[in-house]
C-alpha cells in the first residue's frame, strides 16, 4: 500500500477503531471462539475490543492463525489485518541454547543462523513478530533474566544484536521466513537493584549512555522494526511513562522511526510506582512519551478517547502512534497477504527439520565453556572406559531455557539418549542420583503450576545408593546436574546462587569412591561453584541447551567437537561480589592479590579475583600468543593503527579460539574501565597450525563520554591487551594526538 493510501486509511478510521489498533491482547482469547468470558473478563477485554484489537501475542500455529485472520478482518469495518506476535526467544519448535549461552559462542554469524531459523520456523506458523532480541545488560547473576541477554559486555552484546535483528528480518521483512524483530526492554532493564526482577535502576547517565544503550542502538541499527519499554525506571522515572528517554534519546538521538510497544502491563504499573494518580494519567504519560500499543493493560482503550475528549491529548497524538502501526503492518505485506507466510504444510515440513535440528546442535556445542579440565580428563575415549552418567539430567529432556514458550519436551534429545545412540560405549550405567529440586522447594511455573521434588526420603536414599554404587564400579563419572530450567527467567531471581544443597551432597558422595568426575552443569546464569571445582576433574558448562542438547554434550564430551565457549558473563567467586564484571573501574586503592596491607578496595573474607573471569574458557588443545605488534605508536584523527599476533594451536587437536581485543585508556578526565573489549576474531586451526590476526583500530574505538558529555576521544596512552581471555597480560601501547 502507498504512504497516501495509508494517509487515507487513517482518515477513514473513527476513534474508537484508531484506539484499538493501539491496544494488544493475548491471542487465546481469539483460539477460545472470542468469548467474552475467562481471560477476557479477567483482563477487563470487551468485545468491541475483540472485534477491534490492532494485535495480538502469544498465539501461533499456521491453521489457528489463519482462521483467527479470516474471522477477524471479516468483521473489521476497515478489513485491517491484525499483527501476530510472541516471545520467540530460543526459537520456535526447534529450540536453541539460550541467549546466554549464544553469547559465549562469541560467534554473531552462527547466532544469526539461528534467528534466521527461529524466523523460518514461526513464519510459517503464522507469526509477523518476535520480541526479541533482549539485549539487557546483565552484570548481576542474581538476576533470572541474565539468562535471555548476551552478558555483560557491550560491545559483544551489541554485535549479537545485530546478528540476531538481521537474522530474523533479513533484508525486508517482507520477505518469505522473515518476521520483525523487537528490541527490548528499553532502557536498562538489566540493572534491577540487587538482582531483584522489577526493581528499580540507579545508572550513572554516563554509565547508561556508555554502558547500557550501545547494544539496543546496535539493534535499532540494523533495522529493528520495534521497540518494547522496560519495567524499571531510569532516573527514578519508569520508562514507559518517560518522555525524554522515548521521544527524545530513542527517537531523536537514536534515530527509531519504528513501532514502540509497552511490556506486558507497563503502562497501568505507572501506577503502581507512584508517578500515575490514576489510569487517565497512566493513558496521558505512556502516549506522551510515545508508546504506540499497550500490551495488556486495556488502559488507551479505556481512557484515550475520554482524555481526547477532555482536550488533554490531542488526535494528532493517536494518529502518529496509529500511522506506525498501520506502516508496520504495511512493511510486513499484511494488506496484501494477511497471513503472510502461514502455511500448515510448510510448518510441519519445516519444524524440527534435520537442518534446523543440526544447526541447533552444532550452536549448542559452540556455547558450551569449558572451564576445569585437570589431567586432560576430556575428551573421553570412546570406547574401552566403563563411565557412570549420573544425574538429574541425565535423562531428562526438560533442557531448553525460559520462554521456550512452544517447545515440546519429547522433541529434544537428553544426554542418555545421545549416549546410547551415538555407539560409542557398550559399557554405561545411568542413573538418576537425586531429584532436580531440593525436597520442600516450590518453584512457581506459569499459572498456578509449582515444580517440586516429589520423592520420598526412602526413595531419595535408594537413588543415591545406586549412584555411588553406579560411581564405584565405574573409571569415570558424567555427573549432569544444576538448576531447574525455572529457576532462571522472568521472575527468577535468586540471592543463593550456588548449586542446590542435595546435589552437592550428591557430588561428595560420589567423590569418596571415584574421583574422576566429570560435571556437565545446566545453568541459566553464572552460579557459585566453587565446590563443584573442589570435587571434580572437569566443568563443562552446558547452560541450557536446546533440543539438540544431549547430542551436542555427548559431541562435547567425547571429541567430536572440540569445545571453544568463552564465558559471555564472569562466574563470581560467591554471591558477595556481585556485580562483578571484567571492565570494572580503577579505584584510588586498587588492590593486588596478595597485599597483606589493610585499606585497599577488597573484601577480608573472600578475593576481587571471580572465579572465572569474562571472556573465559578452555579448549582441548592449546593456543600460544605471539607478543602483540603495532604497525605504528602513533594514532592521530581519521588514522588506524592494525595490531598484529601470532596465534599458533600448539596441541593435538583441531580446534578453535576467541581471540580477543581489550583497550585501556590509561588516563582519562573521567575515570576510564581496566579495560574494554573492542573486537573479536574466532579462527579455527590445525594441530601445529598457527595465523596472523590483524585487528585494526580507529579512534571510534577510543571514544567515551567525556566530563562535559561529549563523546569523543581524548588524546593520550592506551594499552591494547589480545589473548585468549580478559586477564590476558599480552600488551601493546601507542598514543593518540
Ligand atoms: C516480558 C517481556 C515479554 C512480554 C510478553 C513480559 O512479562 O517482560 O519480555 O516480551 O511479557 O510475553
Same mark, same amino acid.
Given at each position: ?236 522515572? @519508569? ?199 531440593? @525436597? ?131 562466574? @563470581? ?165
Amino acid at each position: 500500500m502507498t504512504q497516501d493510501k495509508l494517509i487515507q486509511l487513517l482518515a477513514e478510521l473513527s476513534i474508537d477503531e484508531k484506539i484499538n489498533q493501539m491496544i494488544q491482547i493475548i491471542g487465546q482469547i481469539y483460539e477460545k471462539g472470542a468469548m467474552v468470558t475467562g481471560p477476557a473478563s479477567q483482563y477487563g477485554i470487551n468485545e468491541e475490543n475483540i472485534r477491534l484489537a490492532g494485535s495480538v501475542l502469544g498465539s501461533l500455529g499456521a491453521k489457528k492463525l489463519i482462521k483467527i485472520q479470516d474471522d477477524y478482518m471479516e468483521q473489521h469495518p476497515h478489513h485491517i489485518p491484525m499483527i501476530f506476535m510472541a516471545d520467540i526467544i530460543n526459537g520456535y519448535r526447534t529450540i536453541f541454547p539460550i541467549p546466554l549461552a549464544q553469547g559465549c559462542t562469541f560467534n554473531p554469524d552462527l547466532v544469526k543462523e539461528g534467528a534466521a531459523v527461529a524466523a523460518k520456523e514461526s513464519a510459517a506458523a503464522g507469526l509477523h513478530v518476535t520480541f526479541s532480541p533482549m539485549v539487557d545488560l546483565a552484570r548481576d547473576a542474581r538476576w533470572g533474566r541474565v539468562m535471555e541477554s548476551n552478558g555483560e559486555d557491550t560491545y559483544l552484546s551489541s554485535c549479537l544484536a545485530k546478528a540476531m535483528v538481521e537474522g530474523y528480518q533479513g533484508k525486508s521483512v517482507k520477505e518469505k521466513g522473515k518476521i520483525a524483530a523487537c528490541v527490548k526492554h528499553f532502557a536498562g532493564y538489566g540493572a534491577p537493584t540487587a538482582g531483584r526482577d522489577y526493581n528499580n535502576v540507579e545508572l550513572s547517565e554516563r554509565t547508561f549512555k556508555e554502558d547500557y544503550l550501545p547494544a539496543y542502538k546496535a539493534a535499532i541499527d540494523a533495522g529493528s522494526e520495534l521497540v518494547m519499554t522496560s519495567f524499571n525506571t531510569i532516573n527514578r522515572i @519508569p520508562s514507559t511513562g518517560n518522555k525524554e528517554l522515548m521521544r527524545e534519546i530513542l527517537r531523536q538521538e537514536m534515530g527509531f522511526t519504528g513501532v514502540l510497544i509497552s511490556d506486558w502491563g507497563a503502562v497501568q504499573e505507572l501506577i503502581s510506582h507512584g508517578i500515575a494518580e490514576d489510569n487517565n494519567e497512566a493513558a496521558r504519560l505512556s502516549i506522551e512519551a510515545g508508546v504506540d500499543i499497550d500490551m495488556m493493560s486495556m488502559i488507551y482503550c479505556n481512557r484515550l478517547k475520554r482524555l481526547l475528549e477532555e482536550g488533554i491529548i490531542t488526535e494528532q497524538m493517536i494518529d502518529e502512534c496509529v500511522m506506525r502501526i498501520l506502516q508496520l503492518k504495511n512493511k510486513l505485506g499484511l494488506f496484501e497477504n494477511p497471513y503472510k507466510d502461514a502455511d500448515a504444510e510448510e510448518e510441519k515440513r519445516l519444524i524440527l527439520c534435520e537442518e534446523h535440528r543440526s544447526l541447533s546442535r552444532k550452536l549448542a556445542a559452540e556455547t558450551f565453556v569449558l572451564l576445569t579440565n585437570e589431567d586432560g580428563i576430556l575428551p573421553l575415549p570412546s570406547e574401552g572406559k566403563k563411565i557412570a552418567f549420573i544425574g538429574p539430567y541425565i535423562a531428562c529432556k526438560r533442557i531448553h531455557g525460559s520462554w521456550s514458550l512452544f517447545a515440546n519436551q519429547e522433541d529434544s534429545v537428553s544426554i542418555k539418549e545421545a549416549v546410547e545412540g551415538s555407539g560409542y560405549l557398550n559399557h554405561c550405567l545411568y542413573e538418576r542420583g537425586c531429584d532436580l529440586l531440593e @525436597p520442600g522447594i516450590e518453584i512457581p511455573e506459569f499459572g498456578e503450576v509449582f515444580a517440586k521434588s516429589v520423592l520420598t526420603e526412602e526413595e531419595r536414599q535408594e537413588l543415591l545408593y545406586s549412584a555411588v554404587a553406579a560411581a564405584k564400579e565405574s573409571e569415570a563419572v558424567v555427573l549432569a546436574i544444576g538448576e531447574h530450567p525455572s529457576q532462571s527467567g522472568e521472575a527468577a531471581s535468586k540471592a543463593d546462587i550456588t548449586v542446590a544443597r542435595h546435589q552437592i551432597e550428591l557430588l561428595k558422595e560420589i567423590w569418596k569412591v571415584n574421583h574422576n568426575i566429570i560435571i556437565v552443569l545446566f545453568n541459566g546464569r553464572p552460579l557459585d561453584i566453587r565446590e563443584l571445582c573442589q570435587y571434580s576433574k572437569a566443568i563443562l558448562v552446558a547452560w541450557l541447551p536446546g533440543t539438540e542438547g544431549g547430542n551436542a554434550i555427548v559431541d562435547v564430551l567425547f571429541g567430536k567437537v572440540n569445545p571453544s565457549g568463552k564465558l559471555a558473563m564472569t562466574f @563470581p567467586y560467591s554471591v558477595g561480589q556481585i556485580p562483578v564484571f571484567y571492565n570494572e573501574f580503577a579505584t584510588g586503592r586498587s588492590y593486588e592479590e596478595g597485599d597483606r596491607t589493610r585499606f585497599h578496595s577488597r573484601y577480608l573474607d573472600i578475593p576481587n579475583k571471580p572465579l572465572f573471569p569474562f571472556g573465559y574458557g578452555l579448549s582441548y588443545t592449546e593456543f600460544e600468543y605471539s607478543g602483540v605488534e603495532l604497525d605504528k605508536n602513533i594514532m592521530s584523527d581519521n588514522q588506524t593503527i592494525n595490531a598484529v599476533v601470532e596465534v599458533k594451536n600448539v596441541g593435538r587437536y583441531r580446534g578453535k579460539e576467541v581471540v580477543q581485543l581489550y583497550i585501556q585508556d590509561v588516563k582519562g578526565n573521567v575515570v576510564r574501565p581496566v579495560r574494554e573489549l573492542k573486537s573479536f576474531q574466532k579462527i579455527s586451526l590445525q594441530p601445529g597450525e598457527s595465523k596472523k590476526i590483524i585487528f585494526s583500530m580507529n579512534r571510534d574505538m577510543l571514544k567515551f563520554y567525556q566530563q562535559d558529555m561529549r563523546y569523543e576521544v581524548e588524546a593520550g596512552l592506551f594499552r591494547i591487551y589480545i589473548g585468549g581471555d580478559s586477564t590476558t597480560k599480552n600488551v601493546a601501547e601507542f598514543h593518540y594526538r
